[in-house]
């Protein structure tokens, strides 16, 4: 690690403290060790019962439960009918798995420029990069502030496109009222210990739509039905099956269902301490000039998943890499979410060039994720302000 950047000083943090972490109570241990103790490790009664708990939760008529946010992304790309040659619609600034998942399915992620205030792929700039071999719109829900759903599904009906809405920071936010996860064809969640709920690994795919209902059922697992009405041929018993399309095995365990089960319990108390935080950081934040605060669009009553904290370049004797080394400096362990996806290696072998999402590409070079996680104290809050506020002072122009 670098030499403390303020000379002299002592660390405001004596201890150190990182950008998240997940809560897990007695009552988590407790499920999971039911589960430990029960017929059913996978496939069983939890699995259910917690696609019940997601539709009762977001309003969404059917929810798909499997192993991870990826693997969500995956089968509802797969659901969407995205293919070989087809075109994906996504944001830079997300996960690599956002724009992966049309890359499994033969298709071309193409990259939307974000809005460069709130950070979400820009409507506009979705309509101007739709073409004949667009299939899907994969919009990011990035910190957990929904993306602008209403111009989106506004483009994606006009052009009969499908609006995926990777939701892996949604959980747990509204938009115009209604939960994310009932709103676009289909919503990924993602329950990595990072995210708001976790399950270890985890994610779902949730929809109001009975036919793509159906096709993630399959593509979770193997493509293989036991539903007669699918069949081609006559069963030769009970035992029988069917494999009708080529799935994978994205199941969930009875293991992670349990405890996610038990994680949603506390969503409201997740939430409550998660806006409580935000709000403190947005007030002390918001009164620098040397910083921008992420604006937050009236439609959203958000769950904030990560706290991006962007400094005002030209306001500071430091850029982000010095900033992030000085909070480490005062025990303040932060991350950057994220680099833009296409300047990855791999995206640019594929003949993706910097310079595609300029809003992007000047967010990457500003931004810090600070601590933010329902476990932190009101003094971890407080010092990681104060840490900040050290830095700021002390390198401001
Ligand atoms: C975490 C995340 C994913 C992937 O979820 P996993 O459960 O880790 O596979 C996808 N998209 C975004 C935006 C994420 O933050």
């Not at 400096?329 to 594929?350: D, S």
Request: charged share 25%; aromatic share 10%; hydrophobic share 35%.
């Amino acid at each position: 690690m670098e030499k403390p950047a303020i000379e002299g000083g002592t660390p405001v943090r004596e201890t150190p403290i990182f950008y998240g972490h997940q809560y897990i109570d007695e009552a988590d241990i407790q499920a999971v060790t039911e589960v430990l103790r029960s017929d059913y490790l996978t496939c069983g009664p939890k699995i259910g019962e917690l696609e019940k708990k997601l539709c009762a939760l977001t309003g969404a008529k059917y929810a798909v439960v499997c192993a991870n946010g990826t693997a969500a992304l995956h089968i509802a790309a797969l659901s969407a009918g995205v293919g070989e040659g087809d075109e994906v619609i996504t944001t830079p600034i997300t996960f690599a798995a956002s724009a992966n998942c049309a890359l499994y399915c033969g298709a071309r992620p193409v990259f939307a420029d974000i809005d460069p205030e709130t950070y979400n792929i820009d409507p506009a700039k979705v309509e101007a990069a739709v073409t004949p071999r667009t299939k899907a719109v994969v919009a990011v829900d990035y910190t957990g502030q929904s993306v602008d759903l209403s111009p989106l599904m506004d483009i994606c009906k006009k052009h009969g496109l499908t609006l995926i809405e990777d939701g892996a920071h949604v959980i747990g936010t509204t938009y115009k009222g209604q939960p994310n996860g009932s709103i676009a064809d289909l919503t990924t969640f993602s329950f990595h210990p990072v995210k708001t709920v976790t399950g270890g690994e985890g994610g779902a795919v949730l929809t109001n739509d009975e036919t793509l209902y159906q096709k993630l059922l399959l593509y979770r697992s193997h493509g293989i039905t036991r539903d007669e009405t699918l069949m081609e041929h006559e069963p030769d018993g009970p035992w029988y099956y069917e494999q009708i399309a080529l799935g994978y095995n994205y199941r969930m365990t009875d293991i992670q269902a349990a405890l996610l089960i038990s994680q949603l319990d506390k969503l409201p108390m997740f939430r409550a301490r998660r806006k409580e935080i935000v709000k403190r950081y947005d007030e002390a934040f918001g009164k620098m000039p040397e910083l921008f605060v992420q604006r937050e669009i009236p439609e959203s009553d958000t769950t904030r998943h990560l706290y991006i904290l962007r400094i005002v370049p030209e306001k500071l004797k430091i850029d982000r890499r010095r900033f992030f080394d000085a909070l480490a400096a005062e025990n303040v362990h932060c991350n950057v979410h994220y680099i833009p996806t296409y300047y990855f290696p791999y995206y640019e072998k594929m003949g993706y060039k910097r310079g595609l999402c300029p809003n992007a590409e000047k967010l990457y070079e500003e931004i810090v994720s600070l601590p933010l996680y329902y476990a932190m104290s009101g003094e971890d809050v407080e010092s990681v302000i104060r840490a900040v506020e050290k830095i700021v002072n002390y390198y401001r122009v």
